[in-house]
């Protein structure tokens, strides 16, 4: 079925580790984007890509690396993970620029840094 | 600093009830708000999305209302259902609109608990 799928669902790791959060749609999306979510915070922007090899840095970028070097797939990569990075990751994804379209979400992966 | 502030945070109703909630944001400039569901463990789906010169928007047993001059939006559920069971989320657009990138500020959440 076509969608937008996140992999793994849920992740335990070690601070230190790297670790790499994968995003996969389906919908040939031009635009991708990373989001964390914590308690007493809304979704916070960590980066977002508007087409393949574009990426840019969103509100809380700091930690983490992406890439996009097919339209369909957009990693995030936490190089070396800290406490503070455990969270719940979103990634979604939009035809067009989000204040046009609205975002279509996948379900989220659940970090956890020990 | 754009910043979207959403009450009550959280609210019990009994199944066939009907709610509201609220969203007061500072944007600018405005380009839209949108409402969303987040059911547990899932991602936000969308529900409404409405731009500055529209003041209501159905969804079957959701509507949602604009007031652009109080900067105020509510979502409204009508007979409640215990699958309304979720949190929902406030999110303004800033910016330009087109394809260009504008900043999507997000709302805390409602969380709403339909109870049998």
């Known amino acids: 079925d076509a969608g937008i799928t996140q992999s793994p669902r849920y992740k335990i790791t070690e601070t230190g580790r790297q670790v790499t959060l994968m995003c996969h749609q389906t919908?040939?999306?031009?635009?991708m984007f990373w989001y964390r979510q914590d308690l007493g915070h809304g979704l916070r922007l960590i980066y977002y890509?508007?087409?393949?090899?574009?990426?840019d840095k969103g509100e809380v970028p700091d930690g983490y690396v992406v890439s996009r070097s097919k339209t369909e797939n957009f990693p995030l990569t936490l190089e070396s993970a800290t406490r503070s990075q455990t969270s719940v990751y979103f990634c979604?994804?939009?035809?067009?620029?989000?204040?046009?379209?609205?975002?279509?979400f996948g379900d989220g992966t659940r970090l956890s840094i020990l | 600093k754009n910043q979207v502030e959403q009450s009550p945070q959280s609210l019990i109703i009994l199944e066939g009830k009907n709610c509201t909630l609220q969203?007061?944001?500072?944007?600018?400039?405005?380009?839209?708000l949108r409402w969303y569901k987040q059911d547990t463990g899932r991602g936000p789906v969308s529900l409404t999305i409405?731009?500055?010169?529209?003041n209501t928007k159905s969804n079957g047993r959701y509507t949602a209302t604009l007031d652009a001059d109080t900067k105020q939006s509510s979502l409204h559920i009508t007979a409640s259902q215990l699958s309304d069971s979720a949190s929902y989320i406030c999110?303004?657009?800033?910016?330009?609109?087109?394809?260009?990138?504008?900043?999507?500020?997000f709302g805390q959440g409602t969380i709403l608990t339909v109870h049998p």
């Open positions: 979604a994804s939009s035809e067009a620029g989000p204040l046009d379209q609205p975002q279509h």
């Open positions: 919908w040939s999306h031009s635009y």
């Open positions: 890509s508007a087409a393949a090899d574009i990426t």
């Open positions: 969203c007061n944001y500072t944007v600018s400039p405005f380009s839209n």
């Open positions: 409405m731009t500055f010169s529209e």
């Open positions: 999110v303004v657009s800033a910016g330009a609109g087109g394809t260009s990138y504008g900043k999507l500020t």
